[in-house]
């Protein structure tokens, strides 16, 4: 059997394929599928094209490349596509993740017992469900997550199937067995247990990827957060990554029991699954940074202080501090800890004095601040002290940033020579699955950063704080929302 993996990456905007995904020179190919928003809080995608894509890009680099022995799936979590399962085709839009259309369906559940966020998969399969013509047709439907929906395509219809990672995060599955759906939760949301996939590991054979070159078996599903842990070889309890995409994710690695809340700790973390492999659990703990490269576009689209992302390093060296200006990058809320999606983002400290470069530092400063606040909020719901932070993503190319973040943290900050370890991880799980790796001890082998940077100051924290204070319950019929 070929050593190779073929890697499926299915992001929020893009699509990328490549093979040999495990190692960090690998080449891909990527397409961009941005989704759509007719409305204000509407996001939602083609899946047809989506899984179109996926298997022409996929089938291309098989042709390229030869024979592989794997295939192994990444892929945004919570996105929610329902379809026929006859003739293969979506009854509707994919609805993403970050799709609001639910938050007032979440906020009527919590009167009948269910809690359920507008981000995971409960409420949008509902809606989905709701606006069939014929409601006695659902039980004829398969309900899936990205993974789901492409294992789907590549396999012909022979397998309907998800991941304890995905599952972890549909709000649909039961809290202390997320390997089985909770059937009180399905009948309060109308929802037919028949159209649910079944939950499978996260590294093992699920079936045959049919539809491709040479039918290779696929052999990993994973979310793409935990698809970066992997990635960056934290497989270890403590072991933790942070990705810096538009949002930021932190993920620490716990182990065989889970943490002592099943929704959300006092540090305002939540349980995740880590991945699942011969039938155990691994579990971690998740905070959330609702955004953070999001800020840097910011700059350059909206306020043209800069011409591409990469131009913010380049202009924030151009001044050794932000003159005491402090920036709360909350443009869309804060997630971890306070969870208040009231709050604003915010310039404190501006004086005659402020120019471009204080204003830039400022902005990354305080995506790093953040940064430091969800490793705060993490070594506190878990008791665990995290040595040293591993970080992916588009922002991990900025050099002030790199360098803002060890300083908030008081961390060694080590770089994942991938910039998206998602990808990565999915390769490493599928050739876990055909015997590629011993176990899954061993991948912490795999981890080679391509550089540390130590902390060589320190940012006011103290300051930071205030700032947050100020910038926090600025709507407050928003800020009085809990998920």
């Known amino acids: ?221 994973l979310g793409d957060q935990q698809a970066s842990l992997v990635g960056q070889g934290c497989v270890r309890p403590g072991d933790a990554k942070i990705t810096f995409g538009t949002g930021g994710m932190l993920d620490v690695v716990l182990g065989a029991e889970p943490p002592p809340f099943d929704q959300r700790g006092d540090a305002g973390t939540f349980p995740i699954v880590a991945w699942r492999h011969e039938g155990r659990i691994t579990w971690g703990i998740e905070a959330v940074m609702l955004a953070a490269g999001t800020n840097v576009q910011w700059l350059r689209d909206d306020l043209g202080l800069i011409a591409n992302s990469d131009e913010s390093d380049e202009i924030a060296q151009r001044c050794t501090d932000t003159g005491g200006v402090v920036y709360v990058p909350a443009l869309l809320g804060l997630g971890t800890p306070a969870w208040d999606y009231g709050a604003r983002a915010a310039f404190f400290g501006l004086t005659r004095g402020t120019g471009r470069a204080e204003i830039v530092r400022a902005v990354l400063e305080g995506v790093a601040h953040r940064g430091a606040d969800l490793v705060e909020s993490a070594e506190a719901d878990s008791g665990i002290e995290i040595p040293a932070l591993r970080v992916d993503g588009g922002m991990t190319d900025n050099g002030t940033f790199v360098q803002a973040l060890a300083d908030a943290a008081q961390k060694p900050v080590e770089i994942s020579p991938m910039r998206e370890a998602t990808s990565r991880g999915a390769a490493l799980m599928a050739g876990l699955a055909v015997g590629h790796h011993g176990s899954v001890d061993d991948l912490a082998q795999t981890w080679k950063p391509k550089r540390r940077v130590e902390p060589a100051g320190v940012l006011d924290r103290d300051r930071w704080r205030s700032a947050v204070a100020r910038a926090r319950n600025w709507i407050p019929e928003l800020s009085g929302i809990d998920f």
């Open 1 to 221: 059997m070929s050593e190779r993996i073929l890697v499926i990456d299915v992001g929020t905007s893009s699509v990328r394929v490549g093979v040999d995904a495990e190692k960090p020179v690998s080449q891909f190919v990527e397409r961009e599928l941005l989704p759509e928003s007719p409305a204000d809080g509407i996001v939602q995608f083609d899946a047809r094209a989506m899984a179109d894509t996926c298997l022409e890009l996929a089938t291309r680099a098989l042709e390229q490349s030869g024979p592989v022995g794997a295939v192994g799936i990444s892929n945004q979590r919570g996105s929610t596509v329902v379809w026929d399962r006859t003739t293969g085709e979506p009854i509707g839009p994919g609805i993403g993740w970050q799709d609001l259309r639910t938050i007032g369906a979440c906020l009527n559940l919590r009167a009948r017992g269910v809690r359920s966020s507008p981000n995971q998969s409960a409420t949008k399969l509902q809606w989905l469900l709701e606006q069939l013509p014929d409601r006695e047709r659902a039980s004829e439907l398969c309900f899936g997550t990205v993974d789901s929906w492409i294992a789907w395509t590549l396999s012909g219809g022979a397998v309907h199937v998800t991941d304890a990672t995905n599952a972890a995060v549909t709000g649909l599955q039961l809290t202390r067995r997320p390997s089985a759906w909770d059937p009180t939760v399905l009948a309060v949301l109308g929802i037919p247990p028949e159209i649910m996939p079944a939950i499978v590991d996260s590294s093992g054979v699920v079936g045959e990827a049919a539809a491709l070159p040479g039918a290779p078996p696929i052999a990993a599903l």
